[in-house]
């Protein structure tokens, strides 16, 4: 699975490096993003998750092992997402 593909994938921020004011409004703004993108996978996830809760019901086992695999992927794009706002904001 591939985050790029699904949408997911971290946004290119480009920061300037001139005045102090400029810094401080591009910090805001790659904070933003990652936070936006953060919230998205966590979406995805709730959507995933339920859709594993579905099928688990069904007998599709098929589209089980599929929607399990995309939660473990969306998992891992989760964690790196949360590493990269932790790591920015301390």
């Known amino acids: 699975m591939n985050a ?3 949408g997911l ?3 290119s921020i480009n920061t300037s490096t001139g005045t102090g004011d400029d810094n401080a409004s591009s910090d805001d703004s790659c904070v933003d993003a990652m936070y936006q993108r ?3 996978i966590e979406v995805e996830r709730v959507k ?3 859709d594993v809760h579905n099928f688990s019901k069904s007998q599709n086992l ?3 092992h599929e929607a399990v695999r995309r939660l473990a992927a969306l998992e891992r794009y989760s964690q790196r997402s949360h590493s990269k706002l ?3 904001i301390l």
Request: no cysteine; charged share 30%; glycine share 6%.
């Open 62 to 64: 098929g589209k089980l």
């Open 48 to 50: 995933v998750l339920n």
């Open 38 to 40: 953060f919230r998205q």
């Open 86 to 88: 932790k790591r920015y």
């Open 9 to 11: 994938a971290a946004v």
């Open 4 to 6: 790029l593909r699904h």
